[in-house]
């Protein structure tokens, strides 16, 4: 049967892909997976950070823009991002750490029905960290974590959207995509893929006012599960006849995807399970050593170097 499982990845706009480094590898004890380049643009970083294989739900990924402006706040767009973690002690724990390495966090107040500690990265990303309902078997915590296993962040929670018609994102997501409306009503609405669990919640949010203007730490797309290239066919065709403009299938080496914007403007990815993935053409140790090229663009490697801008983190 075709379904969607669930959260993929979710990608964001950095400005500064060392202190990005510094935030998501260093502070919050995720894996740096890979290092690569935007393939329509190789002169940018692509970089992802995860669990101890870069499990589908567990990735964060930027692209480095040094020239990014602010981003200015608005509706149609993904707003926070929720982190899950065990219990309430991991929240004590990682404010605890955020005050050690003086990051600004608020109150421990409910997000999506769950208790949560709400934080920004350094380019003023939302994110949440909230108690999961339960712990799925598909984490692999990371051993070499500056995080002790029991605190660390397990995967993707709830994604935030907020939008002017709500309507039309909710047909988007129950009538194209299965999802279930599982909790809201007129102005808050939380879904979930109809086989699958509290790792790939969706929150929607009513806000009025201006679209919001992309900077840095603005959320480009969110990508959701689907289990192989005739499962990716079936939702292109499935996201075409209902009107969508679709990018068409990409081949991106890693795994195979298609994007497209609903209603409101906000942009969606399907990518596949199968594939090579984030690890499998790496030695676990090397991972997110070095810049790692899909094999379409090894034979520029010397050129795309030559464009980018020496890392601390890459030999």
Known sequence: MNSVLGHHHISMMTKDAEENNRFYNEVLGLRRLKVTVNQDDPSMYHIFFGDKKGTPGTELTFFEMPNIGQTHKGTNAITKIGLLVKDEAALSYWQQRFDEYGVEYGSIKQFAGRRGLPFADPDGLHLVLQVADQVDGNYLPWEDSAVPLEH????????????????????TLIELFDYKKVAGGDNQRLYRPKNGSHEGEILTVYKDGPREKQGRGSVHHLAINVRNDDELEFWHERVTKRGF???GVIDSHFFKSMYFRESNGIMFEIATLDGPGMTEDEANKSLGNHLDLPPFLEEKRTQIEEDLIKLSFIE
């Open 152 to 171: 660390q962040i397990i995967s993707m929670g709830t994604v935030e959207l907020t939008a002017k018609r709500l309507d039309k994102l909710e047909k």
């Open 245 to 247: 403009r679709s990018t």
